[in-house]
């Protein structure tokens, strides 16, 4: 199994700032994700992180908003910008392997409150 | 493109009864099917995946899902609940090297 560490793991911000959000894997994966959960709902992909090119969004997700780095194949950044209470949800990282039949693994999340 | 529905959003159903909870997909290539559960205030559990085989895959805690191609669907059955099992209960589905997709979950809410 893939050991993936998330920090922060939780957080209450200000309306307005910006965090940053990162996610270390503990060997090199292809691929990476990241996803929200907003309060009761279900898990809504944001963006595939690719490493050493720009992430791929989702539709209703820009880059303005949720910026993201790839810097190496073990580790990833997501940035929640200029927040607002809407965006106080769970952020997780994910992460693909083939090795053990195309299992994805998750983080254990950054609960994040936008006060 | 894929999709998953979970055609209950709420269960409630009393202590040591059985329990079926629905899920069924969408696709035009072979799949890959994944149940999580997530514990109130907790993080997402791998519950069972089905990738290859047997239809049939368990969970070490008493779950089982079949996985059923022509029916596309992949559904989650315990035959005794526990207090403990009261969760958000997700399904899954990946094309293989794309991310997974989730249906919109559904809350088991056992009854003492």
């Known amino acids: 199994s893939a050991v993936i560490s998330q920090k922060p793991s939780r957080d209450i911000c200000q309306r307005g700032t910006s965090l940053t959000i990162q996610c270390q894997v503990d060997s090199q994966v292809t691929m990476m994700f990241w996803y929200r959960q907003q309060p009761g709902q279900s898990l809504t992909l944001i963006a595939t992180?690719?490493?050493?090119?720009?992430?791929?969004?989702e539709s209703g997700f820009v880059i303005d908003k949720f910026p993201i780095s790839r810097p190496n194949l073990t580790f990833s950044t997501l940035t929640v910008s200029n927040m607002s209470p809407e965006d106080s949800s769970i952020y997780l990282c994910s992460v693909y392997r083939g090795s053990s039949g195309n299992t994805i693994y998750f983080g254990e999340g950054s609960w994040l409150t936008v006060v | 493109a894929q999709s998953v529905t979970q055609l209950d959003s709420q269960v409630p159903v009393f202590e040591e009864a059985p329990v079926e909870l629905r899920c069924n997909y969408s696709?035009?290539?072979?799949?890959?099917l994944f149940w999580y559960v997530q514990y109130p205030n907790q993080g997402l559990q791998l519950l069972l995946k089905?990738?290859?085989?047997?239809?049939l895959v368990e969970s070490i805690n008493g779950f089982e899902a079949e996985f059923n191609k022509s029916q596309t669907s992949f559904h989650l059955r315990k035959p005794s609940v526990h207090i403990s099992d009261t969760a958000e209960y997700f399904c899954?589905?990946?094309?293989?090297?794309?991310?997974?997709?989730f249906g919109k979950g559904t809350r088991l809410s056992v009854i003492a």
């Open positions: 089905y990738l290859s085989g047997s239809t």
């Open positions: 696709s035009s290539v072979s799949v890959y």
């Open positions: 992180a690719n490493q050493g090119s720009e992430a791929t969004y």
């Open positions: 899954a589905v990946s094309e293989g090297n794309t991310p997974l997709v």
